[in-house]
């Protein structure tokens, strides 16, 4: 479970880089939180929001003031589902807040 968390947060790490949209991941491998570094402006609060609304609507579920889990039941195919989708969201995000 540790090296499989520890896989997709690299991943997704990759995918903050690729996007910079001031996205942080926190956590350890099976455990990890992702939010947005805060701003004055406030945009911060809603890119959290169209984040997690994105995944959602893409069949997702993360908890959006709660850290996310990786459990033994999670294959390959559902971490690279999801990172799929994020990558999609991260997208959307840099298009809507530019």
Known sequence: IWEKG??????????????????????????????????????????RKDFYTQLIRKGFFFTPFHHAYICHRHTQEDLELTLTAMEETFAFIKDKYP
Request: proline letters at 2%.
């Open 6 to 47: 520890a896989w997709f947060m690299e991943k997704i790490q990759d995918l903050m880089d690729t996007h910079d949209v001031g996205a942080q991941l926190t956590g350890v491998a099976p455990m990890f939180y992702i939010t947005f570094k805060k701003d004055e402006t406030g945009a911060y609060k809603a890119k």
